[in-house]
């Protein structure tokens, strides 16, 4: 096995512990009586956004690497653990103990992620104001 492909086996382990980690119960009821769907994880999306999955009876090919939004987020993927190796070695901590990068870092539920500017700063208080008056 060459670095890519268990960088990618790592991804994809870690990416599938993590959705783990957020599903619900399983069994847990949805508000219309059915059952809740696992979530979509980091960038709000289902698996066949970037698998090819055409349903019951169609071709569900998961291996397959024809979508660009697959090929996208392997390029994606293998950032992350570059950034989050970087920040383990250049602050001089162990991997365990530096907060990871995940894609929901940046995405935060967005397909794609969109850029917002910090808010301004607040506006500075008049001199004296909120003082004591003299002799106080």
Request: hydrophobic share 35%; aromatic share 2%; proline share 12%.
């Amino acid at each position: 096995m060459n670095r890519v492909q268990a960088l990618t086996l790592s991804a994809i382990v870690a990416i599938t512990a993590g959705v783990f980690a957020q599903a619900p119960a399983a069994g847990q009821a949805a508000p219309g009586g059915g059952q809740t769907p696992p979530p979509p994880g980091g960038l709000g999306v289902m698996c066949n956004y970037c698998h090819v999955m055409e349903g019951r009876g169609g071709r569900n090919d998961m291996a397959s690497d024809e979508k660009q939004t697959k090929k996208t987020a392997r390029v994606m993927l293998q950032m992350t653990m570059r950034v989050n190796d970087t920040l383990a070695t250049g602050i001089g901590k162990t991997a365990a103990n530096v907060t990871k990068v995940q894609c929901g870092t940046c995405h935060r539920g967005e397909a794609i992620p969109k850029y917002e500017l910090p808010p301004p700063p607040a506006p500075a208080a008049p001199a004296g104001a909120g003082a004591p008056p003299p002799g106080h």
